[in-house]
């Protein structure tokens, strides 16, 4: 399995309130994504990666902020959390661009309430 | 756009064959990927199809029409453990980004 981990793996948070989850891999994958998952929707990429500093916005960013400060560690913050943001979030990683496996975290459950 | 379907739900038998279809529209296309996912756990890979054609994995297959937008998976020998959803994802401009489609929730009885 690839070591890919997230932090917190459940939480319930207030509406207005900022959150940040965090991916954390140890493999040395250069690619990493950040996707929600809701009923209806399938998975919908927020945020990726392609390197360190090196961030840019998917199809469902608004909202959303990313940072890649270290090639192991990509933190994605609801600045502002809503109730429409509650969701089941996965990171993913990935060691090729085209046609790469994307491996992915546990997933974090966040309610807001 | 982009359009990717799939079924929602499919039902099959222990030891039978199911195909999953999936139909895509989007432009840029590069490659379809397979996931698997088990109830609240995390996808993990099946397949990677960029060309036209079958590609046999064990009791998988994925096959993969460019020019008809389309993509099966395969399941053969069906078990219980395959009760899961099956993601069909599509890569756009080799950049590895992937746009999933809704995910077909297979049932597999005895």
């Known amino acids: 399995d690839a070591g890919i981990t997230q932090s917190p793996r459940h939480k319930v948070t207030e509406t207005g309130t900022p959150v940040t989850l965090r991916c954390h891999q140890t493999e040395n994958h250069r690619y990493m994504y950040w996707y929600r998952q809701d009923p209806g929707h399938g998975l919908r990429l927020i945020h990726y990666?392609?390197?360190?500093?090196?961030?840019d916005k998917g199809e469902v960013s608004d909202g959303y902020s990313v940072s890649r400060s270290k090639t192991e560690d990509f933190l994605l913050t609801l600045e502002s959390a809503t109730s429409s943001q509650t969701s089941v979030y996965f990171c993913?990683?990935?060691?090729?661009?085209?046609?790469?496996?994307?491996?992915f975290g546990p997933g974090t459950r966040l309610t807001v309430t | 756009g982009q359009n990717i379907d799939q079924p929602t739900e499919m039902t099959a038998t222990e030891g039978a064959i199911v195909q999953i279809n999936c139909t895509y529209q989007t432009s840029g296309f590069n490659g379809l990927f397979w996931y698997q996912q088990h109830a609240g756990e995390a996808p993990t890979f099946l397949s990677y199809n960029v060309l036209d054609g079958l590609e046999e994995k064990g009791r998988f297959s994925s096959f993969l029409s460019r020019s008809k937008g389309y993509s099966y998976l395969l399941l053969k020998e069906l078990q219980m453990k395959d009760s899961a959803s099956y993601l069909c994802?599509?890569?756009?401009?080799?950049?590895?980004?992937?746009?999933f489609g809704g995910g077909t929730r297979l049932m597999v009885k005895p």
């Open positions: 990666s392609y390197g360190v500093k090196d961030t």
């Open positions: 994802a599509v890569e756009r401009n080799a950049g590895n980004m992937l746009t």
């Open positions: 993913a990683i990935s060691a090729e661009l085209a046609g790469g496996e994307q491996y």
